[in-house]
């Protein structure tokens, strides 16, 4: 079975610049998770969609940030100005939906000069 | 808001030697998971314990919830250098999980 894929692996941008990150969870998961993990802490959930509805934004920064998930299945997550604190890796997770146990992709890096 | 403080932060051994790091809250959680992450890879679950009190042995790692569920412990027995990671801890709070900081584990050969 494959796993959630996540691109790009790398991104280095300049402040201000808008910078956009794409997932595709596991076939069948019905949940997709965004993470934010800023170096040295865990991650920080940004959002949460159930089938193509957010369930849960509230720690998403809405100025800047914006996250979709079209049809249900990929999701795309954009930031749009970026600024230095934005600098993190960005994990995007998926789930069945009916049990908490999440499957993680490799994460975007992205650096924010 | 939920956090769960992990500790050490940080932990240095040699290969063969026992560790203990911990997971903290004030708050009760209904599942906790640990998971372990390698540098540029996301996190991968290790075990999820759900009944306060239980113990659970994954070959020399066992996790242990608190019987109050409010915190956990991971074990390692004869560390070797494929544990060196990141292990974080995760309270589950309805299907959404509040993780910690994490300890950061690195086993010298």
């Known amino acids: 079975e494959a796993g959630v894929a996540q691109s790009p692996r790398y991104k280095i941008i300049e402040k201000r610049q808008s910078v956009a990150f794409w997932c595709n969870p596991i076939?069948?998961?019905?949940?997709l998770y965004w993470y934010q993990q800023i170096l040295g802490q865990g991650p920080k959930l940004l959002i949460q969609?159930?089938?193509?509805?957010?369930?849960?934004d509230s720690q998403l920064p809405k100025d800047r940030f914006s996250a979709e998930r079209l049809k249900g299945v990929d999701s795309t997550l954009k930031i749009q100005p970026a600024k230095l604190e934005d600098s993190a890796v960005y994990l995007c997770a998926s789930s069945p939906g009916a049990t908490v146990e999440q499957f993680f992709g490799p994460g975007t890096r992205l650096t924010v000069l | 808001t939920q956090l769960l403080e992990q500790s050490p932060q940080f932990l240095s051994i040699q290969e063969g030697e026992n560790l203990t790091v911990y997971c903290n809250s004030s708050s009760v959680f209904s599942s906790l998971q640990w998971y372990r992450q390698e540098p540029g890879e996301g996190p991968v679950l290790l075990v999820t314990v759900v009944t306060g009190g239980e113990v659970k042995k994954l070959k020399r790692l066992t996790f242990q919830f608190g019987d109050a569920r409010k915190d956990s412990s991971l074990h390692i027995t004869a560390a070797q250098p494929g544990d060196t990671g990141l292990y974080l801890c995760?309270?589950?709070?309805?299907?959404?999980?509040?993780f910690g900081a994490g300890t950061i584990l690195r086993v010298k050969s």
């Open positions: 076939s069948g998961h019905a949940t």
């Open positions: 969609f159930q089938n193509n509805g957010v369930v849960d």
């Open positions: 995760a309270g589950a709070d309805g299907n959404k999980l509040v």
